[in-house]
């Protein structure tokens, strides 16, 4: 099936109703497998149980900025190709790329509790996720601006594409800003010196939540199609009782 | 060329004679400055400290003050679909009214900053630092406005709106800015690194933003 053809909403939502049952059996599987690797992998011998919240927090991060990958792709199909469905693929990624974001930053937020002694602190990584959330609200916000659904995307899709060509300038900025500002004073997890017994679970995880996610876009994508039709019929009905 | 020209030509005499052009900016400007004080405390030391921290979010302030009537007074009286219909490019016909407004705006923020920056105890060196970095900084963030003033136009929505796009996007000017300031007073990197960084923003932006204000104006307006 060209990709094409998705442009007619029927097609796409036979398709999403045959693969949705599917994926979500992956994701759950893919969970249980994860869940209970994370359970029985050892604690850390110094940051003890609370390394068990990075299986949730790194998930969290990488959809973060994935979601917005995913929103620049469609936003490149709705200026080029005007595809419909791309215009209903970057709305719905929008909220659920926001809402791993938070996740992410109260994951590490709590974390940073224990570990840090404080809930928050202007660490280059922290700081560019909050820039990325609110940069995610701001689309949502403009999406919510204006009735017009076609419309809506293309002008959010420019945004996208600025903020795609921004997210990464922002990020080494402030990386600079905070190495000018503060020695690396911070504790910090080193990336390349996960043992092995914890990386294993943390790989499923991250497979897990990336199935999550396109489980839970492909549903919102069937609900925006579902609800612009319901929109078009109300406004069909609203015309007929006028008496046109 | 003439069209561009007599468009930024336009833009400048409108700024100057119907109120809440630069002055008001100007103004603007001093009133946030003077706040500062009476929020934290007359402490000299502290403001000298802090004082190109403050010139600079003062001028972002300012600079965004203006921003929601860049376009959206053009879509008002119509002289917008004049531009969208001209055989000058709109990528160009949105530079030279964003040229326009960094030259009524942008630049007046610079020359009122030696005045300011005494207000702040900041010495010569200092407020020259400052002045510095904003006449190469405060053309980025015209240009980055540029694309929120198009996304609002083309929704028909303002104000705040504006505001949430923006800022996020201006960070890193206000970071490379407020750095290389710092830079030239205390060190101890040497000015010239953030200071570069911060150039390279503004040309970036100078070329990204008219392109993202034409692409938004012709998808929104329609």
Request: glycine share 8%; with cysteine.
């Amino acid at each position: 099936m060209a990709l094409i053809d998705l442009a007619n909403p029927s097609r796409f939502l036979a398709l999403a109703d045959r693969v949705l049952p599917w994926l979500a059996a992956a994701t759950l599987f893919a969970f249980a497998l994860g869940l209970g690797q994370a359970y029985v992998a050892p604690d850390d011998y110094q940051q003890g149980a609370t390394v068990k919240i990075m299986f949730i927090h790194v998930p969290s991060a990488w959809l973060g900025m994935f979601a917005w990958g995913i929103m620049s792709l469609a936003a490149v199909g709705t200026l080029v190709w005007r595809h419909p469905l791309a215009d209903v693929a970057a709305k719905a990624a929008a909220p659920v790329g926001a809402a791993f974001t938070l996740m992410c930053l109260v994951t590490g937020s709590l974390w940073g509790r224990p570990m840090w002694g404080t809930y928050w602190v202007w660490d280059a990584r922290l700081t560019s996720v909050l820039v990325l959330f609110l940069m995610y609200l701001g689309v949502i916000a403009l999406w919510r601006t204006i009735d017009d659904p076609a419309r809506a995307a293309r002008v959010v899709a420019v945004l996208t594409l600025v903020g795609a060509i921004n997210v990464p300038i922002i990020k080494f900025s402030v990386e600079w800003w905070n190495t000018l500002h503060q020695s690396a004073s911070v504790l910090r997890l080193d990336g390349s010196t996960i043992h092995p017994a914890i990386l294993g679970p943390l790989v499923v995880m991250i497979v897990a939540f990336t199935l999550l996610f396109l489980s839970l876009h492909l549903a919102a994508m069937r609900n925006e199609i579902t609800r612009r039709r319901l929109r078009t019929m109300l406004m069909m009905r609203a015309d007929a009782a006028a008496g046109h | 060329m003439t069209a561009l020209a007599a468009l930024l030509m336009r833009d400048l005499r409108l700024a100057v004679r119907v109120g809440g052009g630069a002055p008001i900016g100007v103004l603007f400007f001093l009133i946030v400055v003077t706040l500062v004080p009476f929020a934290i405390g007359p402490d000299l030391n502290l403001l000298a400290r802090i004082g190109p921290a403050i010139l600079w979010l003062g001028a972002l302030l300012a600079n965004l003050l203006a921003l929601d009537r860049l376009i959206a007074m053009d879509h008002e009286d119509g002289s917008l679909d004049l531009i969208l219909m001209a055989r000058a490019p709109l990528e160009l016909a949105l530079a030279a009214k964003a040229l326009a407004h960094w030259l009524s705006t942008g630049l007046p923020l610079v020359i009122a900053t030696p005045l300011l920056g005494l207000l702040l105890n900041l010495d010569p060196t200092a407020t020259g630092a400052v002045a510095l970095t904003l006449i190469a900084g405060t053309p980025a963030l015209t240009f980055i406005g540029l694309i929120g003033a198009a996304l609002t136009t083309a929704l028909r929505r303002g104000g705040l709106l504006l505001a949430v796009l923006v800022l996020p996007l201006t960070i890193p000017v206000l970071i490379f800015g407020v750095a290389a300031a710092n830079a030239a007073i205390v060190g101890p990197v040497p000015f010239g690194t953030p200071f570069s960084i911060l150039c390279a923003l503004t040309l970036m932006s100078i070329v990204v933003g008219p392109f993202a204000a034409a692409a938004a104006l012709r998808q929104g307006l329609e």
